[in-house]
């Protein structure tokens, strides 16, 4: 865009002040109208910069939730091949959870792409319950919801419907739905198994496929990607070994013994010399004895598929070592307390 003054002037002759005094104006003019130009095209490119970020975060998000794992279990027990899912028990009327406490804790992903970790599950009691084959699901909220019907894996909503039925939508955007009789309302449990009722007693249950990572176009599960590289874990309480005993946890994991690794952690109670109360220890293990009373300072560990017991000799102290200090500093087991932990090798 080029921009003329109205007047020009030959070198060597007089310029009358308002010719000046108008070249003048008119460039103060062109200088407002570029400047309110330059802000119209700010204003532009600003809208457009935005447009087009929310047009990305619009299709990030998208991206996002549909690369999660959806409706599905993503960890939780293994029965004793580590990969085959272990995690409803039964005893006639009630339905129990291997969940939390000796066992790993459970995390699943609806068909939204919302996943929650448990680390308990409230057993079901299934009095009144009629005979038949129910669905069980897990709310994001840790209830379980169970139902006599059946799960629809479509893109399109399915006809021949009845109340409870469950619709897997596998089409974008991912959802479920529940069939309440007259239409179709969201649904966020997940489903993690299901039972058989007869006689008013549970007969039978089955767990579904997990740490399956993806689904297809049929809401199949085609890999399984992470199932390898589980790793079950257990961990004790704090316990105190003040005295000359053999101190068990139970994990219940049911591993070979050469197949997990197994630490013994120490805290410390009070503050002594350079340690601090809460500081945290790695316990070695040892079977030393020394020539004194009361001398025998380590401890021996022996492990089976379901337990860990250490064998704390008769001394009042846990280790003799100052660790990062000048000379021998003892700490004293009353000092102290003590978790084991047990964690199922992988690869």
């Known amino acids: 865009m080029s921009f003329n003054v109205p007047n020009i002037f030959?070198?060597?002759?007089?310029?009358?002040?308002?010719?000046?005094?108008?070249?003048?104006?008119?460039?103060?003019?062109?200088?407002?109208?570029q400047s309110s130009n330059m802000t119209e095209i700010k204003e532009d490119v600003d809208y457009i910069k935005n447009d087009m970020l929310n047009d990305f975060t619009a299709e990030a998000e998208t991206i996002i939730k549909t690369a999660k794992s959806k409706f599905c279990i993503n960890y939780s027990n293994c029965s004793k091949d580590g990969k085959t899912p272990d995690i409803l028990s039964f005893d006639e009327n009630i339905l129990s959870f291997k969940v939390g406490g000796?066992?790993?804790?459970?995390?699943?992903?609806?068909a939204f792409g919302d996943s929650e970790t448990f680390e308990y599950i409230d057993n079901l009691d299934i009095t009144g319950y009629a005979d038949g084959n129910y669905n069980i699901f897990l709310s994001p909220e840790g209830y379980i919801e169970t139902f006599n019907t059946k799960i629809i894996k479509s893109a399109a909503a399915p006809d021949n419907v009845v109340i409870d039925d469950i619709w897997l939508m596998n089409l974008e955007?991912?959802?479920?739905?529940?069939?309440?009789?007259?239409?179709?309302?969201?649904?966020?449990?997940?489903?993690?198994?299901?039972?058989?009722?007869?006689?008013?007693?549970?007969?039978?249950?089955?767990?579904?496929?997990?740490?399956?990572?993806?689904?297809?176009?049929?809401?199949?599960?085609?890999?399984?990607?992470?199932?390898?590289?589980?790793?079950?874990?257990y961990e004790s309480e704090w316990f105190s070994m003040t005295q000359k005993s053999t101190y068990t946890a139970t994990h219940n994991l049911d591993i070979d013994p050469l197949r997990y690794s197994m630490r013994l952690i120490t805290r410390v109670i009070e503050d002594f010399s350079n340690y601090k109360a809460g500081d945290i220890l790695e316990s070695k293990y040892c079977n030393y004895s020394s020539p004194e009373a009361r001398g025998e300072v380590g401890y021996i560990v022996r492990c089976t598929n379901n337990t860990v017991t250490i064998g704390a000799g008769n001394t009042e102290i846990h280790?003799?070592?100052?660790?990062?200090?000048?000379?021998?500093?003892?700490?004293?087991?009353?000092?102290?307390?003590?978790?084991?932990?047990?964690?199922?090798?992988?690869?």
Do not use: H
């Open 10 to 33: 030959t070198p060597g002759t007089k310029a009358k002040a308002d010719e000046v005094n108008e070249n003048f104006s008119s460039i103060q003019d062109e200088l407002n109208k």
């Open 102 to 110: 000796s066992y790993p804790v459970l995390t699943v992903t609806n």
């Open 173 to 233: 955007p991912w959802a479920c739905y529940k069939f309440n009789g007259v239409s179709w309302i969201e649904f966020e449990g997940a489903p993690i198994g299901s039972m058989t009722i007869a006689s008013g007693k549970i007969t039978e249950v089955s767990n579904y496929t997990y740490n399956s990572q993806y689904l297809d176009a049929d809401c199949n599960f085609i890999t399984n990607r992470g199932r390898e590289n589980l790793s079950r874990r």
């Open 319 to 347: 280790c003799g070592n100052d660790i990062g200090g000048a000379g021998w500093c003892y700490l004293m087991r009353t000092n102290l307390q003590y978790k084991i932990i047990v964690t199922e090798d992988v690869g």
